[in-house]
DNA sequence: ACGCCGACCGTCCGA
DNA sequence: CGGTCGGCGT
């Protein structure tokens, strides 16, 4: 969609004419000798290694600005290509704030996107050209497993004997590498891999016939395309005349064979490709992400020039040199090394607590300290964790003090099951040959067409006399033909087709909202979940009211931009059922991190993975326990290139701090019910112990009126389990947060003085040190046993 | 056709 | 532990 008018008038009075190749724009001037260096280098291949928070989005927004603003670049022959929707959209405002501040605004956008939206653009466009027959739709993956076990059922191979879940990651490892069934080689012996290959040509066929398309084949049905029409690649080439991959250390081989097909001089491309990507931040192995593809750049693009972004300007000294220290551990990568002129900044805080429930209270009440003490919205707080399991307990804890908060992860909003319905519905009235979606909600609400209906109709579809090819075609043949069900059935078949039609009928002439209370009103969905009474029914409404808010929205916004569009402009105005599958997509193309709004003055809890591309100025890394993180199943078997890939997860939840970092790991953990002590993660013993200020909470369990109020509701019994095995330089130091008021009775000669602690019984103090509130002591137990403590927390034990 | 109960199983995540 | 799914009983 090409917006026409973005730039008011007034911004270009004065400016020079855009378009004269050569010139420099001030913008150019921003940026340091290596940036500017990567964004004048336009022409012929470039691969940009960007080190973490080297600013390497200003350095891309710039190379685009340059090309359409400096060389007299067509906005429409840039491409930008991005893994999120949400770094996609913040690069387009970028480089249009840019275009529009020096007056060029008028000249339009480059297309920037996902990989899939891009490519979905071209299958759209060329869709004559592909096995489809109408628009397609999205699959995601439980449509995916849907059909796979419609394909299997086909085919009539057990589910026990063959994982369908198996199948799935079998079939999307393969489009991970644009492999289609043909290219499977199954070896003779293995069951597993003679069924898969059947099974993936089934599911090949049933997909395109649905009219539906998976996430892994709208990559490689696009490098297909291009592959396999000549012209059509020439045409794209000379359309998209300057490429910019961003994170391309996590492209995957579709992607990268994709890339080949649009720049490649060995496919008669052009060579002018940028890539950016960092291999130390590459976490999506397990995803198909192949590092060969930015190892191998060179010899794909020969003469490729390579610059290295290695100045920080995200972080302190210390967070970047204790990053630094821990991914220089890892084999495989280049030779790089970051660097700040950052000021030095405070120490970074490695605690250790002693189960989860403890960790997120000491988290909690560090947020509310340093909020207070430092006057920061709670905005600049984020937690990270290794699983998405993990969010509960700092989810409760900050319920409970009532701090604004918002996850990333988890279920998406699309994903609930009412929304997914409606979803279903909207998708069936645009492509009823979408048999997934029919079965979806060919019962919901329930209509009393159960699975033995459908079963039939399946074998009936199966049959090869009959020539039908949708299970819409079985299903219109069945509510007349009382061979094939009871005419009770029939009945009910005909009225659901009657239902659909006119769904079908209507949606040209209604606006989604519209659309959306017909489907409401017809089915007695919101009816039904009101009789249920329940919370959770009481809970999907309110689902649906927001759906209806964004249905809305949508509508509003396509009636303006239609309504603003340009008298005379050639586009034709949007059809209503253009919208409609526009708005699928966007739904099936939304990602969680795409809604996260960072100017909130809300903590965000997220997982390590999602934290990628972000910063905050203070951190807490949650979970710092080897087997949790690093994640080790298997302590014999697992492979190095598993941990580095851990490592590179450190490095980049460390390196999205700017100020201050948290380190934490529980002595004791529950998960999945059962308990766990795990020691800390080895990538504590990575960094230098004189940037951690190492805090030991983990004995503070249960101790009455002096127990911090971080320790929440652990048992007493791990108390005694741990006080034996504590490290011996356990010390407590500084405030934290909001300890119980002390009895006023600290006195300077303590030396000497007799106390009776609550974990380790009868001691002499030995010696204090500190100042102030500060003031620690070191007190001698039983077995000439030492500890240190804050004063203020064990003054009462003093005898 | 529907509802309940028990077995199973579980990372990370993305378009 | 907790959600989901499949099987079985009504």
């Known amino acids: 969609m090409i917006d026409f008018n973005d730039a008011p008038d007034g911004f270009s009075v004065g400016s020079p004419q855009p378009g004269v190749a050569g010139r420099i724009p001030a913008f150019i001037n921003s940026l340091n000798d290596r ?101 397609f739709v999205i699959y995601d993956d439980a449509d995916q497993l849907t059909l796979i076990k419609g394909a299997m059922n086909k085919l009539a191979i057990d589910e026990k004997s063959v994982s369908p879940k198996g199948v799935q990651s ?179 805080i490695r605690a250790q607590v002693p189960d989860e429930r403890a960790e997120a209270e000491f988290t909690v009440s560090e947020i509310k300290r340093v909020a207070q003490g430092e006057n920061r919205p709670y905005g600049d707080f984020s937690i990270f964790y290794r699983t998405n399991a993990q969010s ?54 329930a209509r009393g067409i159960g699975k033995t209906t459908l079963d039939k109709l399946d074998d009936w579809l199966a049959l090869p006399e009959n020539h039908a090819r949708t299970f819409w075609d079985a299903l219109a043949k069945a509510s007349s033909d009382t061979s094939l069900v009871s005419a009770g059935t029939g009945k009910k078949l005909a009225a659901f087709i009657q239902l659909m039609e006119r769904f079908i009928i209507e949606q040209p002439k209604l606006t989604l909202s519209e659309l959306y209370h017909l489907i409401l009103d017809e089915t007695a969905y919101v009816v039904d979940l009101r009789k249920e009474g329940t919370e959770e029914a009481l809970a999907r409404i309110e689902n649906l009211e927001e759906f209806d808010t964004l249905l809305q929205e949508f509508d509003e916004d396509n009636f303006f931009s239609h309504a603003e569009a340009p008298a005379g402009a050639e586009t034709k105005p949007p059809q209503k059922a ?58 014999e078997e697992t492979p190095v290139e598993d941990i580095e890939e851990e490592r590179r997860l450190c490095y980049v939840g460390m390196t999205r701090a700017r100020e201050k970092l948290y380190l934490m790991n529980a002595v004791m953990r529950r998960i999945w019910g059962d308990t766990h002590c795990n020691e800390p993660s080895r990538f504590f013993l990575e960094m230098p112990s004189e940037l951690l200020d190492y805090k030991d909470y983990s004995n503070r369990l249960g101790q009455g009126s002096a127990r911090s109020s971080f320790v929440g509701s652990s048992s007493r019994y791990l108390r005694d389990e741990y006080s034996q095995e504590a490290p011996s330089d356990s010390s407590v130091s500084r ?5 119980s008021k002390m009895p006023g009775t600290i006195q300077n000669d303590l030396v000497g003085r007799q106390m009776s602690h609550a974990d380790y019984g009868p001691g002499t103090i030995i010696a204090v040190d500190g100042a102030g509130d500060d003031r620690k002591v070191t007190v001698e137990f039983r077995g000439r046993q030492q500890r240190k403590f804050m004063l203020r927390y064990v003054a009462s034990y003093i005898v």
């Not at 992860?409 to 009412?418: N, V």
């Not at 048999?435 to 909600?441: D, G, L």
């Not at 990602?591 to 997982?607: E, H």
């Not at 591309?613 to 951190?619: A, D, N, R």
Request: glycine share 6%.
């Open 35 to 135: 940036q500017r260096e990567a964004a004048l280098t336009t022409e012929g291949p470039l691969i940009v290694l960007a080190g973490a928070g080297s600013g390497k989005t200003k350095m891309l927004t710039a190379r685009i600005a340059y090309l359409i603003e400096g060389r007299g670049v067509a906005p429409w022959q840039v491409l930008g290509v991005t893994f999120t929707n949400k770094a996609a959209g913040e690069m387009r405002e970028r480089v249009e704030k840019v275009l529009r501040e020096s007056g060029s605004g008028h000249l339009g956008a480059p297309e920037i996107g996902t990989f899939h939206s891009v490519c979905i653009r071209i299958l759209r466009r060329e869709i004559h050209r592909t096995p489809f027959t109408k628009p």
């Open 578 to 635: 253009d919208l409609l599958a526009l708005f699928i997509e966007q739904t099936s193309l939304a990602s969680d991190v795409d809604k996260l709004d960072d100017r909130s003055a809300t903590v965000k809890l997220m997982t390590l993975h999602s934290s990628k591309g972000l910063e905050f100025p203070v951190v807490f890394l949650a979970g710092m326990e080897d087997g949790l993180f690093p994640s080790i199943k298997n302590w």
């Open 170 to 348: 079998a079939i999307n490892r393969a489009k991970c590498d644009a492999l289609q069934p043909e290219d499977v080689e199954p070896s003779a012996h293995n069951f597993f891999e003679r069924q898969f290959k059947r099974i993936y040509e089934q599911y090949q066929k049933d997909m395109f016939a649905n009219n539906a398309i998976d996430f892994g084949e709208i990559i490689c049905l696009t490098y297909r395309l291009l592959r396999d029409h000549p012209d059509l690649r020439s045409s794209y080439q000379r359309r998209f005349r300057y490429i910019h991959v961003d994170e391309y250390q996590d492209t995957n081989r579709a992607q990268c064979l994709l890339l080949s097909m649009l720049a490649a001089p060995m496919n008669g491309g052009h060579g002018n490709i940028c890539v950016v990507g960092d291999e130390d931040q590459s976490i999506y192995k397990w995803r198909g992400a192949d590092i060969r593809n930015i190892l191998d750049f060179e010899r794909e693009y020969p003469g490729a020039r390579i610059v290295k972004l290695e100045q920080n300007y995200r972080s302190s000294k210390t967070i970047i040199r204790a990053a630094g220290e821990v991914i220089k551990n890892n084999t495989a990568r280049r030779d790089k090394t970051l660097w700040t002129d950052n000021p030095e900044g405070v120490k970074i």
């Open 392 to 445: 509960r307990q700092f989810e409760d804890v900050l319920r409970r003090e009532k701090i604004p908060y918002q996850i990333v992860g988890g279920l998406r909003f699309y994903d609930r099951k009412e929304i997914k319905d409606i979803l279903s519905y909207f998708k069936a009235i645009l492509n009823p040959s979408d048999s997934v979606s029919i079965k979806r909600i060919i019962n919901t609400p």
């Open 735 to 739: 405030r934290t947060a909001t300890f």
